[in-house]
Nanobody, 116 residues
Framework: QVQLVESGGGLVQPGESLTLSCVAS????????MGWYRQAPGKEREVVAR???????DYADSVKGRFTISRDGAKNTVFLQMNSLRPEDTAVYYC??????????WGQGTQVTVSS
C-alpha cells in the first residue's frame, strides 16, 4: 500500500509564501511523475505543477513565475514553493504521483488559505 502525506499548508496573507512537502511511502515502484493539484470550493480539481523522473516540469499558467516544484528522488519527496500568493490560490492542495503500472496515487490534501 502506498501513502502520500502532505504538509506545509496554512493561512497566509496575500504576497506571502508557503512551501508544501509530500512524502511517498509504502510499496513503491518507479515513480514516473510527481506533482500537485488543487481544488477550490465549487471548482474542479486542476493541475498546479508536475515534475518528471528526468526533472522536466510543467505548470498551470496561473502559477508560472510564482510557484516552483522540485523533487528529491532518493526520498520520494516532492516540494512546492509558492511565492506571491493570491487569494485565488486558496484551495485544498493534493499531492499526486504516477508510478509503474501505470498507477496513480493521491494524498489526503492540505488546505492553503490566502486572505488578509
Amino acid at each position: 500500500q502506498v501513502q502520500l502525506v502532505e504538509s506545509g499548508g496554512g493561512l497566509v496573507q496575500p504576497g506571502e509564501s508557503l512551501t508544501l512537502s509530500c512524502v511517498a511511502s509504502g510499496r513503491l515502484f518507479v515513480i514516473y511523475k510527481m506533482g500537485w493539484y488543487r481544488q477550490a470550493p465549487g471548482k474542479e480539481r486542476e493541475v498546479v505543477a508536475r515534475i518528471s523522473l528526468g526533472g522536466s516540469t510543467d505548470y498551470a499558467d496561473s502559477v508560472k513565475g510564482r510557484f516552483t516544484i522540485s523533487r528529491d528522488g532518493a526520498k520520494n519527496t516532492v516540494f512546492l514553493q509558492m511565492n506571491s500568493l493570491r487569494p485565488e490560490d486558496t484551495a485544498v492542495y493534493y499531492c499526486w504521483h504516477i508510478s509503474y503500472g501505470p498507477v496513480e496515487h493521491w494524498g489526503q490534501g492540505t488546505q492553503v488559505t490566502v486572505s488578509s
